[in-house]
């Protein structure tokens, strides 16, 4: 039998040898000897791998000698794979670990040996190398576009990975067509990153008013990722916006100057602006009379030159600039040539007073006229008068002219551009208003003195004002000077319209004169007599003397004894039923019994009782008719003044009379509270004492006003 070699032949000798030790068993056989050897021979031989691949992705490996090498797709975990293996040994292990194919799972982050061992405990180290294959960049997202214009916009991409290869370039390209790439687009930008990250791009030279769809791109050496795709619209160019046209200026008979302001172009470049007019209202650049190209591309001007307009005519005037949308227009401004001034102003109003040496002169306006000369003199005559020129209102002040005295004629002369027109025909007035009267007027009198009271008495020390009053009120110089003849028996003390007037220590006459601050001769005087008094005397107001404190006293504005010297009560009949008792006043509001507080206590009464018929009121209103009721200050008396005996004997309170005193009791309880003290008479001379309420049948009321001076 002709036996072939290597594996072969020898498998075919030990399957005869096998066959022969089969009809040979039994017995020692030499050939099972053989048998057994050559097993032992083929055993150590099977320790090869012969197919290696990856489960998941399904990836087959490449084996050379005792190198494997697996390529996975990019991004593949290697931390966790499963592999397929074909091996001709009898196990396979991994750092001691025994490996199933289709199972075992290994960490292929590095190189992973396999180790065959045959059936007769040898061994072959497999080196099993798995890496990533190689991709174009991975972008996780396209940024939506932002500061969106007529003509720019903003978006940028982000970089996940960059696929296994360095990228080389990346940015975001757009088109007018969805999915736009990097060969097929209006436009790209190439200032993305080279790593992952994020970044932004600026997009130029897009077309106003159009959609574009924009992709974040990179590159490496496999080729082009893309991210998503995001889409927007620019802004739709607009005509230019113009806020004003600039007040018309520098106006002549056929020319004046105007402008404009330009607030936005729009996004859209201005190729010209300037003005445009007509004697229609609205004019447009392609409806108009004139215009001019002299204006700006931005912001303010004022200098647009029009002319050739017609002398006297009412004209419209708009700025205007021109895009490449169009033209937009600024307000309306009217305006008229000047005519030549063929008309003098009217002289409305000379005179009046705006102040010391001033005159106020106000005008019609000429038609046609831009300025106006105000010419003035002393005399009627237009040479040689004084000017003030180039007046734009319609009315001036003339000033530090003389007062009073002088007349003054004045001329108002128009002119324009082309010159003057004729002057206005004169009108004059003299400059200030003089006090023409002055009256003076006692603080404690209810007539003024010029108006029949020439004198007025004064005693020892006793002190008092003069007011006085000029006419007529809007006097140019409001203010007088006063004077006495003798300080002896009047010494003054002057502000402005009033003087306080104080009498001397002896009886005697002075007089007291105001005289007008204008120098025009108005001027008041008053004539003061000093006299002595005593008590029992008649006193100022026909009353009689019923107390004398010593001297005319001076203190704070609160003492009850402050300002005055004597007490003098009326003896006119006086006889009424007249009372408070039936009302009451606030404890808040004591009345005080003492000498000098009835008109204190008077006050108190009639601030809560007003004009109601009480003692207090009537005697507040009396005014003794012998003066011709020449004093408003009489008061009813309190307590204590009442308690004066030279009081109870000259105010002769006849027999059952009671009279009223203005103190009121603080300490009754009873509804009758607060009633004012009164003193009861039962008889000519039988005094019955003080009471604090009386109403009784056999009474009579009265009550006896007091003054002081």
């Known amino acids: 039998m002709k036996m072939s070699s290597g594996r072969g032949a020898r498998s075919a000798v030990i399957g005869a040898a096998v066959l022969l030790a089969l009809v040979f068993t039994g017995c020692d056989n030499p050939v099972l000897d053989t048998v057994a050897q050559m097993r032992a021979e083929t055993a150590t031989a099977q320790k090869d791998m012969t197919a290696f691949s990856i489960k998941d992705p399904a990836v087959i490996g490449t084996i050379s000698g005792t190198d494997v090498a697996v390529t996975v797709p990019y991004g593949t975990d290697l931390t966790g794979l499963v592999a397929v293996f074909t091996i001709t040994g009898a196990s396979v292990t991994v750092n001691g670990v025994t490996q199933t194919s289709n199972v075992t799972i290994n960490n292929f982050t590095s190189p992973v040996g396999y180790l065959v061992a045959a059936s007769d405990g040898s061994t072959q180290l497999y080196t099993v190398t798995v890496t990533l294959g190689v991709t174009t960049p991975i972008l996780s997202a396209t940024t939506a576009a932002s500061s969106v214009s007529t003509s720019t916009a903003v978006s940028g991409g982000t970089i996940t990975a960059n696929g296994g290869s360095a990228i080389t370039s990346s940015g975001i390209c757009w088109n007018t067509t969805e999915n736009p790439t990097v060969d097929s687009c209006a436009g790209k930008t190439t200032d993305g990153l080279t790593s992952a990250g994020s970044w932004t791009s600026t997009m130029t030279g897009l077309t106003d008013g159009t959609t574009y769809y924009v992709r974040a791109y990179a590159t490496n050496a496999i080729g082009t990722g893309y991210g998503a795709q995001v889409s927007f619209t620019t802004i739709s160019k607009t005509l230019p916006v113009l806020s004003a046209t600039a007040t018309v200026t520098s106006i002549g008979t056929t020319t004046a100057y105007s402008g404009g302001t330009i607030t936005t172009d729009n996004d859209s470049t201005i190729m010209v602006s300037g003005v445009c007019w007509s004697t229609d209202e609205n004019p447009t650049i392609t409806s108009c009379t004139g215009k001019t190209t002299d204006g700006a591309t931005s912001g303010t001007w004022s200098d647009s030159y029009m002319e050739s307009l017609s002398i006297g005519t009412k004209y419209y005037v708009r700025a205007y600039a021109t895009n490449a949308k169009g033209t937009g227009y600024g307000p309306q ?128 020390y006793s002190r008092d004002t003069l007011v006085a009053t000029i006419t007529p009120m809007d006097a140019t110089v409001p203010t007088v000077s006063w004077s006495t003849s003798s300080s002896t028996y009047a010494a003054i003390s002057a502000s402005s319209l009033t003087c306080l007037i104080t009498a001397g220590s002896a009886a005697g006459s002075a007089t007291v004169k105001a005289t007008a601050d204008d120098g025009q001769g108005a001027s008041v005087s008053c004539a003061i007599t000093v006299t002595s008094n005593a008590v029992g005397q008649t006193g100022p107001g026909g009353g009689k003397i019923v107390y004398d404190q010593g001297s005319y006293t001076t203190g704070t504005s609160t003492s009850a004894t402050y300002g005055w010297r004597y007490l003098e009560t009326s003896v006119a009949s006086t006889s009424r039923t007249a009372y408070f008792s039936s009302k009451s006043l606030s404890s808040d509001d004591p009345t005080y019994s003492g000498i000098g507080y009835g008109p204190t206590n008077t006050s108190i009464v009639l601030s809560h009782f007003g004009t109601a018929s009480t003692a207090a009121y009537l005697a507040h209103c009396y005014q003794d008719s012998a003066t011709g009721g020449a004093f408003s200050d009489w008061f009813l008396p309190s307590q204590g003044e009442m308690s004066i005996s030279a009081w109870l004997t000259y105010a002769a309170i006849p027999s059952y009379y009671v009279a009223w005193s203005s103190y009121a009791n603080a300490s009754m309880s009873s509804a009758e509270a607060y009633a004012n003290a009164s003193y009861d008479y039962n008889g000519s001379s039988a005094v019955t004492g003080w009471y604090w309420f009386v109403n009784t049948a056999n009474s009579h009321e009265i009550y006896v006003p007091t003054r002081r001076f």
Do not use: H, K
């Open 333 to 460: 401004v009217g305006f008229t040539t000047l005519s030549y001034v063929s008309t003098a102003p009217t002289l409305t109003v000379v005179g009046g007073t705006a102040g010391s040496g001033e005159l106020t002169v106000s005008w019609s306006a000429a038609t046609g006229a831009t300025s106006y000369d105000v010419y003035y003199n002393t005399t009627n005559a237009f040479a040689g008068a004084s000017s003030v020129g180039n007046v734009t209102d319609t009315s001036l002040t003339l000033t530090s002219l003389t007062n009073f005295t002088q007349l003054y004629y004045v001329w108002i002369v128009a002119r324009n551009a082309t010159g003057v027109g004729p002057q206005s025909p004169s009108n004059s007035s003299i400059v200030g208003v003089p006090v023409t009267a002055i009256t003076l007027q006692r603080s404690a009198d209810t007539q003024s003195i010029s108006g029949g009271r020439t004198a007025d008495a004064f005693v020892y």
